[in-house]
């Protein structure tokens, strides 16, 4: 059974940054790639980063390209996102996925996260 659990969130003023950090347990995820979600109150799931099984071919939302950055340690199965800038729009709760090949539509993304809230004030 595939397990993501995300961390990292918290409330910070505009302006400042936040490291998200998803642990995977299972011995595939290097095989596989991973992306980041956010979902604010009243608003649909979107698509933040997303990275392929090597750690190449980053993609963002244009929303956050140049704010944040999507990373993986294979080695120890985690997967990153640095968020810097952050504005009260990225207020929102945060999700990683696991799916087999980057993308940025939820669909393929078979295995999901908890969550983790981070609160941007202005």
């Known amino acids: 059974q595939v397990q993501l659990v995300e961390s990292g969130g918290g409330l910070v003023q505009a302006g400042g940054s936040l490291r998200l950090s998803c642990a995977a347990s299972?011995?595939?995820?290097?095989?596989?790639?991973m992306g980041w979600f956010r979902q604010a109150p009243g608003k649909e799931r979107e698509f933040v980063a997303a990275i392929d099984y090597s750690g190449g071919n980053p993609d963002y939302a244009d929303s956050v390209k140049g704010r944040f950055t999507i990373s993986r340690d294979n080695a120890k199965n985690t997967v990153y996102l640095q968020m810097n800038s952050l504005k009260p729009e990225d207020t929102a709760v945060y999700y990683c996925?696991?799916?087999?090949?980057?993308?940025?539509?939820?669909?393929?993304?078979?295995?999901w996260g908890q969550g983790t809230q981070v609160t941007v004030s202005s």
């Open positions: 299972g011995r595939t995820f290097s095989f596989n790639a």
């Open positions: 996925a696991r799916g087999p090949y980057n993308t940025s539509c939820p669909t393929p993304y078979g295995f």
